[in-house]
């Protein structure tokens, strides 16, 4: 008898249970897959992140193999931004969400899962979670009253706990077994496809959007860099007819600069990708159960988000498993504890915010215009970005106290920028499907 | 894994050949079961690990089994792993139900979308915003611009902007204490008009004002305590005319970050030199004074603050913050349009109820909320100021006077507020506020503030906000939704207004139909978040 099993074993299945074990609970943690090993990411890591990541104590572990850095350079239809997420807006979340600012960074890293994901489990073998790897639950077992109360797996092996939590990510068994229902499904996301190059130099990340196409370049582990591209989903058919042709083909659309060093450079890896990112909230517990993760909410990859939202939901999981098995209060006002700092209007602003980005719209004229207006402005640019990858609330930097003083204080006007130069006509061509084209002109 | 990593397919590549195998087992089974295992195992550990759904395991196998195992397998168990595999490499919106774009459009951008528009003819390039607020209008999701068919009692009779009627309790109107239905104030407009017609005929500089006009600047004066008061036509530009006319470029403004409209755009009317300040937090002005006086000590700095602030509901330690103020050689603000007269003792609003009347460096405020007409005002401790303010606030100068009855009536609101009448209004008013938040609390509501004449219901989402207002319209409960440019992003609400004529019964009642619509709307957005922040 455990006090809480883990059906999944990565982000958040590894951090929940590695808090869980350190509140002296006894946790067994079970994945399907076998460690180190690799799953569908491109495993950005926002300062929030690697805060979590510091928290659970692995931050100097993922840092000795993997490049990190702080500034970040984001550039709008060539309007460029460069910034870093502050310190004191890092601090203010983490007192918000879980009344403690320790351990808090402000660098950012792209850590390959083969690495983070095993440091994470050997961390959690540290603080005394009870791990099986290659162990794939077929069944949850429930009592009459159809609480939870253990795991049977396709071995047949039978475990029961008070507790069962589903960390099992987006395909998540246990929330399917459970039937638990999707909410504010949000179908218009992006497809993605990236690869792993080698001859770029450790650089800060570059994130890069023209019209409806984005793209990033991160240094990661092995001296490789990550290099991915994203758009619409209703583009991705075209897209894949030629996979290789079009990623340097979408490079080349949005940035000639980051285009030419990816040619420069040598593919390590084959092609990854997925158009398979429709956004998602689910219930977060029931009797006997509580979802951590992509398990229970899941958000377009365009802000690289999942793994710092998945340490995020795993901390505040354990925080109110721990208070209900610690015996400090009843399970349903625990976990509604955990439900209310998932479901504040903050995070519906943020839901929200990822949800229309990945739409990915062609960038509109007042978007650009604010992008121009932040220029010169580092606090301003600093909070934006702060805002972007969910550090700071949306209401607090889009205050039409705060927008209309950038406006009326700009150093920077449209003259300064070719985006501005032929707007409208540029706004047309970007909402052509640039694939759709090629693809016609190769069968003609 | 075979191959060098750089040769190995991409994953869409390998499920199409799968599947394209798979669709071929009736003609050849094994041929088949040959094709899927290969393809099955040549699937990135990425793929596998992500797409745990699919059993790959048993794909994999598949070369392995007995001839009639395979058969059945691509009879019973093959279907539900294609039905699980297609939707993975097509777009999620090819399967989700059409959207209806006005809806779409309607809910999604915010004004400031269109703020900064694209074109070089100010005329034309209004169209896109037009066509957003008709989108708005399509889908009953424009909240604005709405009209009364009689006086905004308690209860109203309203139509929309596409005429479309409502009846219903009415939190939309301003007007604490009932002062519009009152009769001695239609009494006071009435001798007003007759002894001196509709038109003040004049800048309040030339000929523009009356006697009427000095008996109700003494009134003001001895209600907030500082005796030098001018008079706006409007609230908003006494906001606006009062910083305007006092900061000059290389001056300093501390602002709320949420004070009203018109002192943020007076702020940046009158310098680049703006800190917008956490809203109430004497600790930043301190902060921030601190770090302008240690580079500045011979241009000024103003410190701007609402006294009720208008769509939180809450106020500042006005005392903490104009001992800051004195500190750093600073003048406070205050801006008191909504609590003076509806609360506080003797209805002197919260300076009262903090003890501050004639402490604090210039009080501003409107009418048109208490005391049932246009108009607005500064008062100040000393003639030079008001002298100066007369002078150099275009919008006092340059603007012609209130009216003649309009002045009444504010001076007869004045007199009345200060009586047992008065008291007993805002003793009227307060019961409904309590039972209002009371019922609103009782059922997870999320009541903003503390108890005053304005009850912020927070909703959030605009996305919901927009729906519920769509709702509520129908349901017998006239409130007003606020969002950007009233609130920021992802804060929007519904501000009740409260008034002494409003029963307890009926704001309990509206109460319980703003819970019923939030409830539909959150169901019709299938929406799983709360309502607090
Ligand atoms: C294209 C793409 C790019 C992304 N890029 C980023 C990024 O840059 N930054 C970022 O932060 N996030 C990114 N994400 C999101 C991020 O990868 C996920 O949010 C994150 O992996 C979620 O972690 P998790 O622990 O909840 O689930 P997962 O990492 O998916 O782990 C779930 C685990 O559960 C196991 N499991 C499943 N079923 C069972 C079962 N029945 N029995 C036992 N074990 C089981 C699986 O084997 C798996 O190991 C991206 C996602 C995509 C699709
Ligand atoms: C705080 C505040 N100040 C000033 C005003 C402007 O008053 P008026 O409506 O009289 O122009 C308002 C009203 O909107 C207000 O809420």
């Keep these: ?39 569908l990411s491109t495993h950005f890591v926002w300062p929030h992140g690697a805060s ?8 100097e572990q993922v840092r000795a193999v993997t490049p990190a850095h702080t500034d970040v350079t984001v550039v709008n239809n060539g309007i460029e931004l460069r910034g870093s997420v502050p310190e004191q807006l890092l601090r203010n979340q983490f007192r918000l969400l879980h009344d403690d600012d320790s351990g808090i960074t402000t660098d950012y890293f792209s850590v390959r899962r083969h690495v983070l994901d095993k440091i994470l489990v050997d961390n959690a073998v540290r603080a005394g979670v009870e791990f099986r790897e290659g162990y794939a639950v077929k069944e949850l ?35 399917r077994a459970l039937g638990v229902e999707k909410f504010d499904e949000r179908p218009r996301c992006t497809y993605a496809y990236w690869s792993y190059f080698s001859g770029i130099p450790d650089a800060d990340a570059q994130i890069h959007r023209r019209g409806r196409l984005g793209m990033a370049m991160a240094s990661t582990n092995h001296g490789q860099t990550m290099v991915l591209t994203w758009g619409p989903s209703e583009w991705a058919a075209d897209f894949r007819a030629d996979v290789e042709g079009n990623f340097h083909r979408a490079l080349g659309l949005i940035s000639e600069d980051a285009a030419g060093t990816v040619a420069r450079a040598r593919r390590e ?29 899941f958000k377009d990859q365009c802000t690289a988000l999942g793994i710092t939202h998945a340490l995020r939901d795993a901390e505040l999981a354990a925080e109110a498993i721990g ?7 009843d399970r349903d006002t625990a976990l509604a504890g955990y439900a209310a700092k998932r479901r504040s209007q903050t995070a519906a602003a943020y839901y929200d915010y990822v949800c229309t980005l990945a739409e990915m719209k062609p960038l509109r004229h007042d978007e650009l215009q604010l992008f121009a207006i932040l220029r010169g402005n580092q606090a301003e640019i600093d909070r934006f970005i702060a805002t972007h990858v969910d550090v700071a609330p949306v209401s607090e930097f889009f205050d039409p106290s705060n927008v209309f003083l950038l406006n009326d204080t700009a150093k920077e006007s449209s003259r300064d920028h070719s985006a501005f130069a032929d707007f409208e006509a540029t706004y047309r061509e970007h909402q052509r499907n640039p694939f759709q084209r090629v693809a016609a002109e190769a069968t003609r | 894994m075979t191959g060098t990593l750089t040769d190995e397919r991409e994953d869409g590549e390998v499920v199409a050949a799968l599947i394209a195998a798979a669709d071929e087992a009736d003609t050849d089974p094994s041929t088949a079961a040959k ?42 168990d093959y279907p539900a792993i294609r039905a699980d595999l297609e939707p993975m490499w097509e777009p999620a919106t090819a399967a989700a139900p059409a959207i209806d774009p006005d809806e779409d459009y309607a809910l999604d951008k915010n004004a400031y979308d269109f703020f900064r528009p694209v074109g070089a003819n100010l005329l034309s390039r209004t169209e896109e915003f037009h066509g957003w607020v008709e989108a708005r209008r399509r889908t009953e999701t424009w909240q604005y611009s709405r009209v009364l068919e009689a006086a905004p009692g308690g209860i109203a009779t309203i139509t929309n902007d596409l005429s479309k009627p409502a009846r219903g309790i009415n939190f939309n109107s301003q007007d604490y204490l009932s002062f519009n239905a009152h009769p001695e104030i239609r009494e ?25 006009s000095d008996d109700l600047e003494a009134a003001l004066g001895a209600l907030v305590g500082l005796e030098h008061v001018t008079l706006f036509s409007n609230g908003w530009s006494a906001g606006f005319g009062t910083v305007t006319g006092l900061v000059r470029q290389e001056d300093h403004i501390l602002i709320d970050r949420l004070a009203h409209s018109c002192l943020q755009t007076g702020a940046r009317a009158a310098t680049r030199n703006i800190t917008r300040y956490t809203h109430l937090d004497v600790e930043a002005v301190r902060t921030h004074l601190a770090r302008i006086r240690a580079t500045d000590t011979h241009n000024g700095i103003m410190v701007i603050t609402d006294g009720l602030f208008s769509v939180d509901a809450d106020w500042p330690d006005v005392a903490a913050l104009q001992e800051v103020c004195h500190a750093y050689d600073a003048t406070l603000l205050v801006d008191v349009a909504h609590d003076l007269g509806s609360m506080g003792p003797g209805g ?28 607005g005002f500064v008062a100040a401790r000393s003639p030079a100021v008001k002298q100066y303010i007369k002078m150099f606030a275009g919008s006092h100068f340059f603007s012609n006077a209130l009216s003649p009855m309009q002045t009444a009536v504010v001076l007869k609101a004045a007199e009345i507020i200060r009586t047992d009448e008065g008291e007993a209004l805002r003793g009227r008013l307060f019961s409904a506020i309590h039972a209002l938040r009371d019922e609103l609390t009782t059922r997870g509501l999320t009541c903003m503030g503390s108890p005053s004449p304005i009850v912020p219901v927070l909703i959030g989402n605009e996305k919901l906000a927009r729906t519920v207002n769509r709702l509520l319209f129908d349901r017998g409960v006239l409130a007003f939704m606020v969002e950007f440019p009233v609130t920021p992003t992802g804060a929007s609400r519904f501000r009740l207004q409260v008034q002494a004529a409003h029963e307890p019964e009926q704001a309990r009642e509206a109460a319980r139909i703003i819970d019923g619509a939030l409830r539909d709307a959150r169901e019709h957005l299938s929406s799983a978040f709360g309502n607090s922040f």
Excluded at chain 1, 52 to 58: C, E, I, K
């Design chain 1, 141 to 175: 077992l429930r009592d009459e009253d159809g609480t939870v109360i253990g795991i049977k797996g396709r071995d047949g092996t039978v475990e029961h706990a008070q507790v069962v939590i589903g960390a099992d990510g987006r395909n998540s068994f246990v929330a």
């Design chain 2, 188 to 212: 006071a407009a009435v001798r007003a008009m007759r002894d001196f017609g509709p038109h003040s005929a004049g800048s309040p500089m030339v000929l523009g004002n009356t006697r009427i």
């Design chain 1, 323 to 329: 208070r209900w098995l610690g015996g400090e209060t």
């Design chain 2, 35 to 76: 094709a899927v295992a290969a393809a099955a195992r040549e699937v990135s550990d990425m793929m596998r690990n992500w797409a745990t759904h699919i059993p790959w395991e048993d794909l994999e196998e598949l070369d392995t089994l007995p001839e009639d195992e395979v058969v059945r397998f691509f009879a019973e």
């Design chain 2, 348 to 375: 002197t609003g919260v300076l009262g109820m903090q003890d501050m009347l004639g402490k604090v460096d210039l009080v501003m405020g409107a009418f048109s909320k208490t005391f049932a007409s246009n108009g």
């Design chain 1, 1 to 39: 008898m455990y006090n809480a099993i883990v059906v999944g074993g990565r982000c958040a299945g590894a951090a929940v249970g590695t808090h869980l074990a350190r509140q002296g609970l006894r946790v067994l943690v079970v994945d399907r897959s076998r460690f180190p090993s690799d799953v």
């Design chain 1, 269 to 297: 890896e084959r092609f990854y990708g997925t158009l398979d990112q429709a956004a998602y909230l689910r219930q977060l517990h029931g009797p006997g159960w509580v979802l951590v993760g992509d398990a229970e909410s």
């Design chain 1, 52 to 59: 979590y990541l510091n928290r659970l104590g692995v931050l």
